[in-house]
C-alpha cells in the first residue's frame, strides 16, 4: 500500500465517520472536547491497526473503539459526568446541539422524542442512538456494546415503547419533573428499565 | 428479564430464526426489530404472518415506525468536527510513518551522543536549584515569611547560608511531599521523623539567616544605587505628618516639585526633599506610595531602625516604612543587590502581586554627577506582564511596569558589529518628543551574530501544553517567552516544529528552518490556552515529527513545556513510557520543562525526562528560562562578552542634567565600571540592548528647574561653572566641547578577566524628531508607553494619541509583529478608565 493511498484511505474514513463518532462519543462522555480527544485517538489508532483486517468492518471496528476508549475516559475520571437530560437534550451552551433554524423548525414531537430518550437510562439510550441515528445492525450495536443481540432487541424494544407512549400523549404535556435516569454510565451492566415504564399503556 | 408477560410468548424474544407457532405478543421485541427494518428473512415472515392475524399488532408496528421516524430526525447523525489541528495531526502521522521509517532508519541508530549537546547541558544543576524554591513555596510558614523581601550581606557564611537555607527548604518540601504521598503507615513515622528533623534545621536556619539579614540592613542602604524610601499612607488625610501632607497636596495640584519653600526635612531617618520626591498613587485607590530617593544625601541616620526589621513606634502610628512591598503569594529566588543577596519575590497573580519598588531615576545634574554607569543586563518580563493585565483590562501597577524590560522586548534594526569586537553600538540623538526642549538619546547595542559551525545542528519539536491550566501568567506567556528566547539563538541550520496539545492535539508549525524566524515567532505568539489536557497524542506526534527531521550529529530533542498536569489522555501511563523508552534509543530525546507547577505534578515530569534519556527543568521566570534555555543549554557558544558595563560621560558644556530612563535596578556604582572584579551582564549572540536618556541641554529653559535644589549654594545657576566643579575635570575645549556625551563601553571574553574598553563620542547634530529612524521614533514611544502607565511625573505631558503616533511610524520594520501588538496594547491603555 503507497503512501498515497493510504492518505486517501484514511482521508476517506475521517470524511465518513468524523462527525458521526464524535457525536456518539459526545453522548457517552457528556463533553464535545473530550469526544474529540477521544476520536481523534481512535483514529490514531486506526493507523496503527492492519488495514486488512478492519477495512471489511470498518464501522463496526471505529465505534468499538471509540465506545472503549469513551469508557477509558470516564474511568479517568476526567469529565464530570453529566446528566442525560444534559447530554441529549439541546442545552444551548453546547456546539453539538442542534442550533439555528434546526431548533427553531424542531416540531413538538422531535422535542418530546428526544425527551423521552432522555428518560431512558444510558444503556437504552446508547442502543437506540446507535440504531437510529448512526443506523448500525442490531449485530454491529451488539458487537460495540458487548451486549447480546437478543439483549440489544429488548433495549430498543423497550425504548420504543417509551417513546411511542411519550408521543402519544397529549402535546400540553410539560416535562418538569426531573426524570429518574440512571447515570450514564455506559459500561456493558445490565441498566435499570425503569423508564419503560414511565407511561402505560 | 422477570417482568410479566402478558401473553404467553416469553417476554424476551430472540432475534432469531423462529418458528412461526404461537401468538406474538406487543412486548415481542422483534415486533420493534420489524417496524426499524433489522430483521432477517425468516423472522421478518414470522411477523409479517402476526401482523396479517392481528390489527393492533399492525398499529403498534406503524406507531414505532413513526416514533423511529421522528427520534431518528430529532437526533442529528453528526456531532462536531474534529478540530483542524486534530485532523492534520491524524492525516500526517498517516502520511509519515512509511517516509519515516525508509528514510531515517539509519540514521536512527549511533548518534545518541552527539544529540545530547545542545539541551542536556546544566538543566540538571538548574533543576535541582529551582526546584528547591519553588517547591518551599506553597507551604510557607511564618518564618519563611518573614526573610522573605528580607536582605543578606555578602559576607562570607552568606553563600553557605542561602546555600543552606535553600537545600534546607528543598528537603522540607521533598519530605511535606513524601509524607503526603505516603499513605501508608509504615512509611509515615520515618518520614514524619525526618520532617520534624528538617523542620528543625530550616527554623535554626531562618533564624540565623534573619539574624544576617537584621545586620544587614544598614549594607542594604549602602548597596542600592539609589536609596529609596517607600512610605504607604493608608489614608493620607489622617493626622499625617505636615510636611508629607505638603509633599502630597503639591503632587495633587501639579505644582513643580521645585516650587519654592520646598524644605528637606527628616523623616523617620530618611532626609526627604520634596523636590525629589515621586508620589505615586496607591494601587487600590485606598494608599498613597510615596517614593522618595535620597540621591546624594548620607544614608540613613545610623540609629534608624532597619526598614525591614520591625516598625518603629514612630509619632504616625498608621504608616509603615518599606523597602519592598509585602508578599502575599511569594515565588522567590536570590538575587544579587550590589554587594550581598536579596530574597526577592517575583509577580505571580493579580490581585495578590508583589513587585519589589522601582524607584524612577530623577534627574541628575551633570555638575552633580557626570557620569551614569549601568549594567546591560536585562529582562523582557515585565512587558509580558504588562500585556496580560492590559489585555484583562487592568491598569498595571507601577512597579510592575520597568521600562528598560519593555524596550528590550522588541527588535531594532542594529547593524551588526563588522570588526572583531563581540558587538557593536550604535548612537543617536534627537528632540525628545515629549518635551520638545530636551533632547532623547539612544544607546543600542547590537551583539555580534554566532559563529554557526560552532555547534551542532538542532532538530527541535516543541510540545506546548495549551490546555487551560496553562492560562496563567506565569504559564503559557513565559513558555512563550522562553521560546522566543531560545529562537534567538537558533539560525538556518536549525528546524523548529511545534506541537500543541489540549482539547486540540496537533501541528501548530511543520518542521521550519530557522531561517523564517518571523513565522515561527508568529506561531510561537499565536499560542493560546484552552481545552482539557490530552497529552499523549501530541508526545507521540512530537516524537514522530523529531524523527523525520532527524539530524544526523545534531541535536534531536522534544522540548516538552508543561505545567505538569501532563495526564496521558487516553493512553496509558505505561504505553507512554514505553513510547519514550523506544524514542529515546532511536536519538530524539526529551526534555521537560515545567511551568507554574504546584508540588506534585512534576513527579510526572521527572519521570517523563528519565525515561527519555532527558532532562527535567523548571522555568518560574523569564531570567530562570534565559538561563535554562539561553545561557547554560548552549553554553558559552552564545555568550560573545560578559560582565559588559555601560558608562556615559556627560559633557558639561551641553548637558544640564540627564535622566536614564528605565534601569532603575541595573545601575552601577561609577568607580565599579573599571573594576573588573564586579559582575555585570552578558551580550549573548545576537542580542540587543537598547537604553534611552532624556537630555537637558544647557540653555534650555528648564535646565536650572530639573536641577534640584540642593545644601550646595555653589552649584545653583543654568550653566554649570568650571570652577565651582572641584571634582570633574576641567570643561572641554575645541571639538570636545560640541559632545554631548561619550557612551563607554566595557567587556570581557567570554572566558577572560580583563575587560577591554571602547568608548563612543555622540554629537548632537540637532535632530527634530520627525528627523529621527524610525526605531528612535519607536523606542521613544515605547518609554513614553512605561512612563506614561506608570505615571511619572516626567511624562505629565504625553498622551496616548502621542503615543500611538510614534508607535505607528515604528511598524514598518516589525518582525514577528511585536510592534503591532505593542499599537495594540497602547490603544487598551488609552480605553482604561481614569
Known sequence: MTAEDRTAWLQGALDQFERPLIAYATHLVGDVHAARDVVQDVFLRLLRASRTDVEPVLARWLYTVT??????????????????????????????????????????????????????????????????????????????????????????????????????????????????????????????????????? | ?????????????????????????????????????????????????????????????????????TLSAALPRDGASLTALQRQAILLRGTARPARLRRWTPFMLGSSAAAVVLLAIGLRATTVERRAVTLSAAPRSGADGAIVGGYMAGGPNASELRARY??????????????????????????QKQLAKIQQDLADTTSKLQAEAAAAQQALDAARIQNLLELNLGD???????????????????????????????????KIDPSRVNVVPGRSGEAVKIVAARGAFPARAGNGAPAGGPAPAGPVAHDTVEECTDVAAPRTHWEKVGDGWALVTEPESAGGEAYVLVEESPFLRVADARLSTFSIDVDTASYANVRRMLTAGQRPPADAVRVEELLNYFP????????????????????CPWEVSHRLVRVGIQGRAMERK???????VF????????????????????????????????????????????????????????????????????????GAAGIELAYEIATQRFVKDGVNRVVLATDGDFNVGVTSQEALHALITTKAKSGV??????????????????????????????????????????????????????????????????????????????????????????????????????????????????????????????????????VAAPAGPMAPEGDLAKELLTVKVRWKEPAGTVSTKREFPLVDGGASYGKASRDFQFAASVVGFGMKLRGSPYAAKLTWEAIAEWASSGLAFDPGGYRAEFADLVAKAKALPR
Not at chain 1, 182 to 192: C, E, G
Not at chain 2, 454 to 460: E, G, S, T, V
Open chain 2, 412 to 431: 531594532y534594526e542594529y547593524p551588526a558589529p563588522s570588526g572583531t569586537d563581540p558587538f557593536a553600538v550604535h548612537l543617536e540623538v534627537a528632540e
Open chain 2, 589 to 722: 530525546f526529551l526534555t521537560c520543562l515545567g511551568f507554574g507547577m504546584g508540588n506534585l505534578k512534576d513527579a510526572t515530569l521527572e519521570l517523563l525526562a528519565d525515561k527519555g534519556n532527558g532532562n527535567y527543568g523548571y522555568i518560574d521566570s523569564t531570567r530562570e528560562a534565559r538561563k535554562v534555555l539561553v545561557d547554560e543549554a548552549s553554553g558559552t557558544l552564545v555568550t560573545i562578552a560578559k560582565d559588559v558595563k555601560l558608562q556615559v560621560e556627560f559633557n558639561p558644556a551641553t548637558v544640564a542634567s540627564y535622566r536614564l530612563i528605565g534601569y532603575d535596578n541595573r545601575r552601577l556604582a561609577d568607580r565599579d565600571f573599571a573594576d573588573d572584579t564586579k559582575d555585570a551582564g552578558e551580550v549573548g549572540a545576537g542580542h540587543r540592548v537598547t537604553a534611552l536618556y532624556e537630555v537637558v541641554p544647557v540653555g534650555a529653559p528648564d535646565a536650572a528647574a530639573v536641577a534640584p535644589t540642593t545644601e550646595e549654594p555653589l552649584r545653583y545657576g543654568a550653566k554649570p561653572a568650571p
Open chain 2, 1 to 69: 428479564m422477570n417482568r410479566p408477560a402478558p401473553h404467553a410468548q416469553p417476554p424476551i424474544g430472540p432475534i432469531g430464526p423462529m418458528g412461526p407457532s404461537g401468538p406474538m405478543g406487543p412486548d415481542d421485541p422483534r415486533l420493534t426489530a420489524y417496524a426499524l427494518d433489522a430483521l432477517d428473512a425468516a423472522d421478518r415472515a414470522a411477523v409479517e404472518a402476526a401482523l396479517a392475524a392481528d390489527l393492533a399488532l399492525r398499529a403498534l408496528v406503524d406507531e414505532t415506525r413513526a416514533a423511529a421516524a
Open chain 2, 463 to 534: 510540545l506546548v501544553d495549551v490546555s487551560g491550566s496553562m492560562n496563567a501568567p506565569n504559564k503559557l506567556p513565559l513558555v512563550q517567552a522562553s521560546l522566543r528566547m531560545l529562537l534567538e539563538e537558533l539560525n538556518e541550520r536549525d528546524s523548529v516544529a511545534i506541537v500543541v496539545y489540549a482539547g486540540a492535539s496537533g501541528l501548530a508549525l511543520p518542521p521550519t528552518w530557522c531561517e523564517q524566524k518571523a513565522e515561527i515567532q508568529r506561531v510561537i505568539d499565536d499560542l493560546r490556552p484552552g481545552g482539557s489536557t490530552n
Open chain 2, 236 to 270: 493620607a488625610s489622617q493626622s499625617l505628618d505636615p510636611r508629607l501632607a505638603e509633599v502630597l497636596r503639591r503632587s495633587r495640584e501639579n505644582q513643580p516639585a521645585s516650587a519654592p519653600a520646598a524644605e528637606i526635612f527628616e523623616y523617620r531617618g530618611f
Open chain 2, 454 to 460: 560552532a555547534r551542532p545542528p538542532m532538530n527541535l
Open chain 2, 166 to 191: 535553600d537545600s534546607l527548604r528543598a528537603a522540607h518540601a521533598a519530605a511535606t511531599r513524601a509524607a503526603q504521598m505516603s499513605s501508608t503507615d509504615a512509611a509515615t513515622p520515618g518520614l
Open chain 1, 67 to 201: 465506545r472503549h476508549r469513551a469508557v477509558d475516559h470516564l474511568r479517568r475520571g476526567k469529565v464530570a459526568a453529566r446528566s442525560n437530560a444534559d447530554a441529549l437534550d439541546g442545552h444551548p451552551a453546547r456546539d453539538d446541539a442542534p442550533t439555528g433554524p434546526e431548533t427553531l423548525a424542531m416540531r413538538d414531537d422531535a422535542r418530546h422524542a428526544l425527551e423521552a430518550l432522555g428518560r431512558l437510562s444510558a444503556g437504552h439510550q446508547e442502543v437506540l442512538r446507535l440504531r437510529l441515528s448512526h443506523g448500525l445492525s442490531y449485530a454491529d450495536i451488539a458487537l460495540v456494546t458487548g451486549l447480546s443481540v437478543s439483549h440489544v432487541g429488548v433495549r430498543i424494544h423497550e425504548g420504543m415503547k417509551a417513546l411511542r407512549a411519550r408521543l402519544a400523549e397529549p402535546a400540553s404535556h410539560a416535562p418538569t419533573s426531573a426524570p429518574p435516569s440512571a447515570p450514564p454510565s455506559v459500561a456493558p451492566a445490565s441498566a435499570p428499565r425503569a423508564a419503560s415504564h414511565g407511561a402505560s399503556r
